[in-house]
Nanobody, 115 residues
C-alpha cells in the first residue's frame, strides 16, 4: 500500500509563490511517475505537472515557465514550486503516484490565489 500526504497549500496574492510537497510512504518502486493535478468545482481534474523517476518532466501549457516540479527520491517526496501565481490557479491540488498499473492519490491541498 502507498500513502501520499500533501502540504504547502494556502492563500496567496496574485503574483506570489507557494511550494507544495507530497511525501510518499509504503511500497514505493524505483520506477514510477509522480505528479500534481488540480481540480475546481464543476470541472474535471487536470494535469499540472509530472516527473518520472528518470526526472523527465511534463507540464500543462498553462503553467509552463511559472511552475517547477522536482523530486527527492531519498525522501520519496515530490515538490511543486509555483511562482507568478494567478487567480485562475486557484484549485484543489492533488499528488499522484503511478507505478506498475496502479494509481495512488493524496487527499489534496487547497491553493487560493486572490486578485
Amino acid at each position: 500500500q502507498v500513502r501520499l500526504v500533501e502540504s504547502g497549500g494556502g492563500l496567496v496574492q496574485a503574483g506570489g509563490s507557494l511550494r507544495l510537497s507530497c511525501a510518499a510512504s509504503g511500497s514505493i518502486f524505483a520506477s514510477n511517475t509522480m505528479g500534481w493535478y488540480r481540480q475546481t468545482p464543476g470541472k474535471p481534474r487536470e494535469l499540472v505537472a509530472t516527473i518520472t523517476s528518470a526526472s523527465t518532466t511534463n507540464y500543462a501549457d498553462s503553467v509552463k515557465g511559472r511552475f517547477t516540479i522536482s523530486r527527492d527520491d531519498a525522501k520519496n517526496t515530490v515538490y511543486l514550486q509555483m511562482n507568478s501565481l494567478k487567480p485562475e490557479d486557484t484549485a484543489a491540488y492533488s499528488c499522484n503516484l503511478k507505478q506498475t498499473r496502479y494509481d495512488y492519490w493524496g487527499q489534496g491541498t487547497q491553493v487560493t490565489v486572490s486578485s
